[in-house]
């Protein structure tokens, strides 16, 4: 992905779900894809899990705040990267656990 895509749909929004779930699929596939075949210039995915406790205000400033910690290395934004640089996939979400 050339730029990062971010967006919050509305409580009725069947569209904005219904979008989420076509790139979580895609993103799910790049995934399996890879560690079926990993390549040995990059062995292993990067992979991090939490369990974090949010109000939803708190969890949007912190998708806004990796967002902005990952737009330098956007592909359209970084023009000098080392020369082994490759593209990732990046994919993140938080969804409320149920109890």
Known sequence: MARGLRWSGDAGSD???????TFLARDFR????????????????????A????????????????FELLQPYFTNVREKA???AVEISWASFGVPRAK
Request: proline residues 11%.
């Open 15 to 21: 569209t904005a779900r219904a979008l989420a779930g």
């Open 30 to 49: 790049l995934l399996q894809e890879y560690l079926a075949a990993p390549s040995s210039a990059w062995p292993e995915p990067l992979y991090t899990q």
């Open 51 to 66: 369990t974090l406790r949010l109000t939803p205000a708190e969890g949007q400033e912190l998708a806004r705040r990796i």
């Open 82 to 84: 080392p020369a082994d």
